[in-house]
């Protein structure tokens, strides 16, 4: 068993981690808040409109940036690209527009990975590892982008190994042998 | 209505942007197909190959580097499109998986896959069936096609059923080749001396080369060898649909999905 009597609630207007070693069981719990996997025991609840943004980058090497957006603003239903042609100018890859996503460097495939978590504005976001392969400037950028959603009231949770991200949470958990701790170091 | 369309178009458009896009796959059609059915021509000898159509109970003594090339083209159109469908399922699942959660309808993106795979069959069972004609006119070209094109139909489904089940690359192709192979091989009656056992009629080729088979050297209609190979799709193409939807299905129960101001349809559920 990986996980063991994980009891977890995101509020509104929180950025929270979830920091812990490697092999310590963040994916997976993460998988398990996103749907992806199915927990022995126990139920996650979500309210309102959700948002996930794997570890792996999820996408089609065949398809342009472009038509990834339209691919799912459909799947979405959004009317229209502006929210995500906004991320894409926040996180600086405009310019990779009509680019086949296979042939973006990591830090690129990264930003559209994130960009299709956010496009649909959700209310819950998790975020697994979301700023590997980015450069400092960018990781400060998604940092800012984090704060604007807590200013907005959505409920953000961060999966990380490093824990150097601590001062920029509202909230910290720390996952080690399959239990889930709050930190109380944690910045307020 | 014009949801459920949009829903269709888009995926069946970016579905057909991908296959465009397997270059691979491109190059087995362009180079493949006639490489395999002008070699079967001019390498093989032309020495009457018995063979007996069990639809009609007729046998015919075709030469046997023409029904070398109606097997080649059976070989080529379902390694073809069972590859290409295998590399979309294998490479895309978690793609489509991240679609179905962020609320696209599994059904419209099996729908989709399953167009976009009829028109590449279509189009490469055509192009055979011409490379085929450069050789020598078939006495049905169109029922030829249309053999060529169950079969590939076919493949296609399992390189889907292939894609959802296997974890390694390698291991699809694998798959994929030898069946094919031992497929078409098993009722080549040159390879295969035995080629009339009742046990090759339970090959997943069976129907469709009857069906060339009897396209290329009779005037019969070979609708009931057609009907086989229907079936034999069919029932792909349930245990395909069956592994896709369990590998892109939700961890969480089904409920109602909330609205919101900004979006024509929710995308995720609320529990």
């Known amino acids: 068993m990986v996980l063991r009597g994980i009891d977890i609630s995101l509020r509104r207007g929180v950025v929270a981690g979830i920091v812990g070693e490697n092999g310590a069981g963040k994916s997976t719990l993460l998988k398990i808040l996103a749907g992806e996997l199915r927990p022995q025991r126990g139920v996650v609840v979500h309210r309102g409109r959700f948002g996930y943004c794997p570890q792996d980058v999820v996408l089609n ?18 009317s229209d690209l502006c929210r995500a042609e906004g991320l894409m100018e926040v996180l600086r890859f405009s310019e990779y527009a009509d680019e086949r996503a296979g042939v973006l460097s990591g830090g690129t495939r990264q930003k559209l990975n994130l960009t299709l978590a956010l496009m649909h504005d959700p209310q819950v976001l998790l975020l697994d590892e979301p700023y590997q392969g980015f450069d400092w400037d960018t990781y400060r950028r998604f940092w800012d982008l984090a704060a604007g959603l807590r200013e907005a009231g959505r409920s953000v949770l961060v999966v990380s190994h490093l824990a150097y991200d601590t001062g920029r949470l509202d909230e910290l958990w720390y996952l080690e042998g399959g239990v889930l701790r709050p930190r109380a170091e944690a910045a307020p | 209505m014009r949801r459920h369309l949009t829903f269709f178009v888009t995926a069946a458009r970016y579905d057909l942007v991908m ?21 079967a021509h001019a390498a093989l000898p032309d020495k009457p190959a018995p063979v007996r159509l069990n639809s009609t ?39 489509d998986r991240r679609l179905a ?12 896959k399953t167009t976009s795979l009829a028109l590449a069959c279509a189009a490469v069972s055509v192009y055979a069936t011409a490379v085929t004609c450069a050789a020598w006119i078939p006495r049905q070209p169109a029922l030829l096609a249309t053999a060529l094109f169950c079969d590939a139909m076919t493949y296609g489904a399992l390189g889907v059923l292939f894609g959802c089940v296997l974890r390694r690359e390698v291991e699809g192709m694998f798959a994929m ?5 031992i497929d078409v091989a098993l009722q080549n009656p040159i390879a295969n ?35 086989v190979q229907t079936l034999w799709f069919a029932g792909a193409a349930l245990l395909a649909l069956l592994a ?28």
């Open chain 2, 57 to 95: 109970g007729e046998f015919l003594s075709p030469p046997g580097d023409q029904l070398s090339q109606i097997t080649g083209a059976l070989n080529a159109v379902t390694l073809i499109s069972g590859f290409m469908m295998f590399a979309a399922t294998f490479n895309g699942g978690r793609f």
């Open chain 2, 193 to 227: 001396t035995g080629a009339n056992s009742p046990l090759v009629r339970l090959l997943p080729s069976y129907g469709s080369m009857q069906a060339a088979t009897g396209a290329g050297f009779t005037n019969g209609t070979m609708a009931s060898c057609l009907a």
């Open chain 2, 19 to 39: 296959h465009a896009r397997n270059r691979f796959a491109m190059f087995l059609v362009v180079l493949y197909v006639p490489a395999w059915v002008t070699l």
């Open chain 2, 244 to 271: 896709f939807h369990r590998r892109t299905r939700s961890a969480f129960p089904r409920t109602r999905r909330p609205r919101t101001p900004t979006r024509r349809r929710p995308a995720h559920g609320t529990r």
């Open chain 2, 177 to 181: 080749v030898m069946t094919s192979i």
């Open chain 1, 61 to 78: 090497d065949a398809l342009t940036v472009r038509q990834h957006l339209k691919f799912f603003m459909t799947a979405f239903g959004l």
């Open chain 2, 101 to 112: 959660m962020a609320g696209h309808p599994r059904i419209h993106l099996a729908l989709a």
